[in-house]
């Protein structure tokens, strides 16, 4: 079975700063995805950023970026220049293929992060 | 505008009364999923479907039925709901469930069993 681990339940970070959030996982797939989904207080579910498993080089969009640590199965997500609307519950998840042509997606628990002004 | 539809927003109702929430998307996507999400427990999958009348089961699908006759919708059904059945549900679509499809997900239904 294929688990996502995120150690840190709640965090908070001052604005402007730049925080981390982390994310292990476990697999016995070579071949998968992952991804890091923000939550604000609207509910409504954003991809923030998607990794490729079979690429080395870390994925970027703006502000936020990832640490692909494949040997280790780390996957942490790295905010810089923290904004106000950056409060929300951030969630890790994989995809990976289950076989006849399905594929499963697993989130971790998520982990609450707060920018204070 | 590209959205995945879920209907209704909340809702409340009592042990054993059946009950469908919808989903809908308008973006020809092959793969729709269903999630609940509980707090520290993250989201857990329900079931999910490739396609049309291809449906799958999540980590969690006991409790619930699916069906996909279109493309466009993927209902999901609490036959006799309970208690434990009390979370916030969301619905999810990509173009296929293939790796690194983006998933567009719906705006969430908190439901409540009594």
């Known amino acids: 079975a294929q688990t996502v681990t995120q150690s840190q339940p709640e965090m908070s970070v001052q604005e402007a700063e730049t925080v981390t959030l982390s994310c292990t996982y476990d697999t016995s797939e070579s071949n998968y995805y992952l991804f890091w989904y923000k939550q604000p207080p609207s509910r409504q579910m954003i991809l923030v950023i998607r990794?490729?498993?079979?690429?080395?080089q870390n994925a970027t969009e703006n502000r936020f970026s990832v640490n692909f640590q494949k040997a280790a199965k780390s996957f942490s997500l790295k905010i810089s220049d923290s904004q106000l609307g950056d409060t929300a519950m951030y969630f890790c998840a994989f995809m990976t293929y289950s076989g006849a042509g399905s594929y499963q997606l697993t989130f971790g628990k998520g982990t609450k992060l707060s920018v204070i002004p | 505008e590209a959205q995945v539809t879920q209907n209704p927003r909340y809702l409340i109702t009592v042990t054993g009364k059946k009950l469908t929430v919808t989903c809908s998307q308008n973006m020809n996507h092959e793969y729709m999923s269903w999630y609940r999400q509980d707090p520290g427990l993250g989201l857990r999958q329900i079931y999910y479907s490739m396609n049309v009348e291809v449906t799958d089961k999540g980590d969690v699908p006991e409790g619930y039925k699916v069906s996909r006759k279109e493309k466009r919708n993927f209902p999901l059904i609490l036959e006799s709901p309970s208690p434990n059945q009390t979370s916030l549900y969301f619905c999810?679509?990509?173009?296929?469930?293939?790796?690194?499809?983006?998933?567009?997900f719906g705006s969430g239904t908190q439901l409540s069993v009594l």
């Open positions: 990794q490729e498993a079979y690429k080395q």
């Open positions: 999810a679509s990509s173009r296929q469930g293939f790796y690194n499809e983006k998933l567009f």
